[in-house]
């Protein structure tokens, strides 16, 4: 098939699975995906039936940067589902990614339980603040200046703030020039405004756009106190401008409400994005088990997608990993999707055994728990 013709027929069927609107700014967009990703397709003859993105992208876990495969634009042409033809597509990404060493995927789920039984499992959650301007909290005014920039003249010091921002550091993109000019430039156009300290660095930046009389803030980032000051109350001089203020942020059970004098009490948390680990020895051994006082082993019964998975762990405290038949060592025994939400951070040890989501001796519960994430995974990317 010719590019010409198969950039048009992955165009068409996204269009057709996700009924955007049509216009040469989308096409333009998805195209732009296209070119950096990996395109997953299955035809019936010169028809393009389902199809998937792989985008090549690098996440950042346990001050190290890792591949990660971001799945998007999963679709199919309705006449050929129930053909086991996504199965394929996804059994052919997981199997990529284990040749090449990806060790995680990403992707926002249309549905949670069909993207669980290829191993993916919630890890980010975001909270959404939608209000009447008149009752955005203001905040005192301190040291510093903000300058609004076009997105030119912006993205050295954006893209700066985002690298140094501790927020980002456990599950979030590190993200590459292409994606920020995608997300910042090629997806919407935005208004940038940078928070200057003092000394003229930047420590803080606002993303946002002012649509039909409301203020929609994308992305709002800091490295200081005055930085969140000084762009909430940048945020505030809106109030006379616009009806409504909307800010989303990735949620890391932490919010500014105890710097507010009346805090927001419209605030919305919802779950979104899932998170594959694609192959849990090769994660086993990059994981910091600095603080591991015994030996144990980690059992994972069945990952039908990721059959390498299955199997007992052995962690020893010189730092070793074994795969083995058996163990005589105390073992955690759980899905990996489980193994997921555990080893990221996103749920506690003591949440999974309440639930009766692992099985594990109660000795070994302590050794366990002083060796997990004491960070939230945050994301601020969607793909």
Known sequence: MQETTKAEAIYQLAHYAFQFNQSEEYKNRLNYIVEHSKHYGSYDGE????????????????????EMAGVGFVSSDPSYRGEGRIDQLMTDILNDCKENKVLFSYLAPFSYPFYRRYGYEL??????????????????????????QTWEDAKVDIKTVYQASNRNKHGGLQ???????????????YYFAIYYNEAGMAEGYLVYQILNGKFHCAEWEVLSGHAYHALNRYIATHKESVSEIRYEQGYNKNSAFFLQEKPLVNATIRPEMMVRIVDVEAFLTIYPFDN?????????????????????????????????????????????????????????????????EVTVDEKLMPVIEAILPKETPVLEDYF
């Open 47 to 66: 028809t393009l039936a389902s199809q998937i993105l792989a985008t090549p992208l690098k996440v950042q876990f346990f001050n190290q940067v890792f």
């Open 123 to 148: 890890i980010f959650e975001r909270i959404a603040y939608d209000v009447p301007s008149r009752k955005w909290p203001d905040s005192k005014r301190v040291p510093g200046k903000i300058r609004r």
């Open 175 to 189: 993200r590459e020039d292409w994606w920020y000019d995608y997300k910042f430039r090629i997806q919407r156009p």
């Open 292 to 356: 591991l006082q015994e030996s144990f082993a980690i059992q994972i019964p069945e990952d039908s997608y990721a059959s390498w998975n299955e199997g007992i762990f052995e962690i020893n405290t010189d730092g070793t990993i074994n795969k083995v038949a058996k163990t005589k060592l105390p073992t955690l025994t759980l899905s990996v999707q489980r193994f997921t939400q555990l080893f990221l951070g996103y749920q506690s040890l003591q949440q999974l055994v309440f639930f009766n």
